[in-house]
């Protein structure tokens, strides 16, 4: 390895996130090690197995999870295994064995073992709804089950990044998109809708998001693990700070894409968790870890175009007859 690589963990590699983040630590040098569930889907992997190494365990198996750790014996651990976060993955007692449980073992078997960074991947839903831009010590007010459970994760983080003094810090994403993104989602439905001239069905086109490219999100993730700071169980906003409404984001791609067709707003039923207002302050992730987003969104739709472009063996997958995003 090189001098300064690092073993890593990683949890939820086979998601859209994590898939991303480990194709940086490969190219950084780092030594990887998967946490996978054994009937994972892997597709997202395929090119880059035979350079990491894979442990099949959940994070709900408690006994096996400490086991595994204790054999990796990690510098950096970061928790990205989740569920819940799509709206067709309504098993209560997996949200909470997966996203709070989970979250549990893992700290505990990590703490046994020692390790220097322990990065958890939060999510802005832990705030529910807000007529604002939340600051990170404001009370979370859940709005799903999804959300209360990544609460309870992160102030479980919190609790015991203080009480064993290790650094244990949360990054709460906003909207994530880019490259291995699912492919039932808002971003890949509507650009490869697009690329065809055509829009897909569409919710309220008041509905908000701050939309953050995949490659900003994992630098972030990188810089919560090499920076030492004084403050052991840091949560962070992990956004642009800046809201974009359905209406300006289908303008901007059909701008982009020159697509003729009109959006029919309305035309998919709105989430649960969907709202008018939604974006962040990153006033202390900047402050602390130096991090700004590197792309506005019109430069992350061009690099997930391109992508979608470049990638022949995967646009299949993507424009493979599918439900509607979820």
């Given at each position: 390895m090189p001098k300064h690589a690092k073993r890593v963990i990683v949890t939820g590699a086979s998601g859209f996130i994590g898939a991303n983040l480990t194709r940086r630590?490969?190219?950084?040098?780092?030594?990887?090690?998967?946490?996978?569930?054994?009937?994972?889907?892997?597709?997202?992997?395929?090119?880059?197995?035979?350079?990491?190494?894979?442990?099949?365990?959940a994070v709900e198996q408690r006994e096996f999870l400490e086991m595994v750790v204790r054999e990796i014996d990690p510098d950096w651990v970061f928790h990205l295994a989740a569920y819940g976060c799509y709206s067709s993955q309504r098993d209560i007692r997996r949200i909470v064995e997966t996203n709070f449980t989970g979250t549990v073992n893992l700290v505990e078997a990590c703490i046994k073992t020692g390790f220097e960074a322990f990065v958890n991947a939060g999510s802005?839903?832990?705030?529910?709804?807000?007529?604002?831009?939340?600051?990170?010590?404001?009370?979370?007010?859940?709005?799903?089950?999804?959300?209360?459970?990544?609460?309870?994760?992160?102030?479980?983080?919190?609790?015991?990044?203080?009480?064993?003094?290790?650094?244990?810090?949360?990054?709460?994403?906003?909207?994530?998109?880019?490259?291995?993104?699912?492919?039932?989602r808002l971003m890949p439905t509507l650009l490869l809708a697009g690329l065809r001239g055509e829009l897909p069905p569409l919710v309220s086109p008041t509905t908000a998001h701050d939309f953050v490219y995949v490659d900003d999100a994992v630098e972030a993730l990188l810089l919560a693990a090499e920076t030492v700071h004084d403050?052991?169980?840091?949560?962070?906003?992990?956004?642009?700070?800046?809201?974009?409404?359905?209406?300006?984001?289908?303008?901007?791609?059909?701008?982009?894409?020159?697509?003729?067709?009109?959006?029919?707003?309305?035309?998919?039923?709105?989430?649960?968790?969907?709202?008018?207002?939604?974006?962040?302050?990153?006033?202390?992730?900047?402050?602390?870890?130096?991090?700004k987003p590197s792309y506005a969104l019109e430069d992350g739709l061009r690099a997930f175009v391109a992508w979608l472009e470049s990638e022949p063996g995967i646009r299949p997958r993507y424009e493979a007859p599918r439900k509607p995003p979820q």
């Amino acid at each position: 390895m090189p001098k300064h690589a690092k073993r890593v963990i990683v949890t939820g590699a086979s998601g859209f996130i994590g898939a991303n983040l480990t194709r940086r630590l490969l190219r950084d040098g780092h030594d990887v090690h998967l946490l996978l569930r054994p009937a994972e889907h892997r597709w997202r992997l395929e090119a880059v197995m035979p350079h990491v190494a894979i442990h099949e365990v959940a994070v709900e198996q408690r006994e096996f999870l400490e086991m595994v750790v204790r054999e990796i014996d990690p510098d950096w651990v970061f928790h990205l295994a989740a569920y819940g976060c799509y709206s067709s993955q309504r098993d209560i007692r997996r949200i909470v064995e997966t996203n709070f449980t989970g979250t549990v073992n893992l700290v505990e078997a990590c703490i046994k073992t020692g390790f220097e960074a322990f990065v958890n991947a939060g999510s802005s839903s832990e705030y529910g709804y807000k007529s604002h831009a939340p600051l990170e010590s404001e009370l979370p007010e859940p709005n799903s089950h999804y959300a209360a459970t990544k609460a309870a994760a992160t102030l479980y983080c919190q609790f015991a990044a203080n009480h064993y003094q290790r650094r244990l810090t949360t990054l709460r994403f906003y909207s994530i998109f880019g490259p291995w993104e699912e492919p039932t989602r808002l971003m890949p439905t509507l650009l490869l809708a697009g690329l065809r001239g055509e829009l897909p069905p569409l919710v309220s086109p008041t509905t908000a998001h701050d939309f953050v490219y995949v490659d900003d999100a994992v630098e972030a993730l990188l810089l919560a693990a090499e920076t030492v700071h004084d403050q052991p169980g840091a949560v962070f906003n992990v956004g642009t700070g800046i809201q974009t409404t359905m209406r300006d984001l289908v303008e901007t791609v059909r701008r982009q894409l020159g697509v003729s067709a009109s959006p029919v707003w309305g035309s998919m039923p709105n989430r649960q968790w969907d709202t008018d207002v939604w974006f962040s302050d990153c006033s202390a992730v900047e402050a602390c870890l130096g991090w700004k987003p590197s792309y506005a969104l019109e430069d992350g739709l061009r690099a997930f175009v391109a992508w979608l472009e470049s990638e022949p063996g995967i646009r299949p997958r993507y424009e493979a007859p599918r439900k509607p995003p979820q």
